[in-house]
Nanobody, 116 residues
Framework: QVQLVESGGGLVQAGGSLRLSCAAS???????LGWYRQAPGKQRELVAL???????TYVDSVKGRFTISRDNAKNTVYLQMISLKPEDTGAYYC???????????WGQGTQVTVSS
């Protein structure tokens, strides 16, 4: 069992920045990690993924603005967000999937609100 706790969300003006953190209760060495977001009335969508080997994938809408990273020593995954837009507003969730299989773990989410 792995518990994920997100932090760092908040209210920011368009063009601003936020850094989200997701702390895991156990070692993340064997976990692929990701950030998803869900805007009101919309489906949850993938934002970024980082594999155990450091391979990174972004959804097109955040490329060049968001950076995902991981610190295995701190069991934490980050999402640095710059040049935020109102359409980035939503609840942001981190997720972890063990490369050896098993269920996906999800955090409780942190709210990001970007005002225009």
């Amino acid at each position: 069992q792995v518990q994920l706790v997100e932090s760092g969300g908040g209210l920011v003006q368009a063009g601003g920045s936020l850094r989200l953190s997701c702390a895991a209760s156990a070692s993340i060495l064997t976990f692929n990690l990701g950030w998803y977001r869900q805007a009101p009335g919309k489906q949850r969508e993938l934002v970024a993924l980082i594999s155990t080997g450091g391979t990174i994938t972004y959804v097109d809408s955040v490329k060049g603005r968001f950076t995902i990273s991981r610190d295995n020593a701190k069991n934490t995954v980050y999402l640095q967000m710059i040049s935020l837009k109102p359409e980035d507003t939503g609840a942001y969730y981190c997720t972890a999937r063990n490369i050896w299989g098993g269920i996906d773990y999800w955090g409780q989410g942190t709210q990001v609100t970007v005002s225009s």
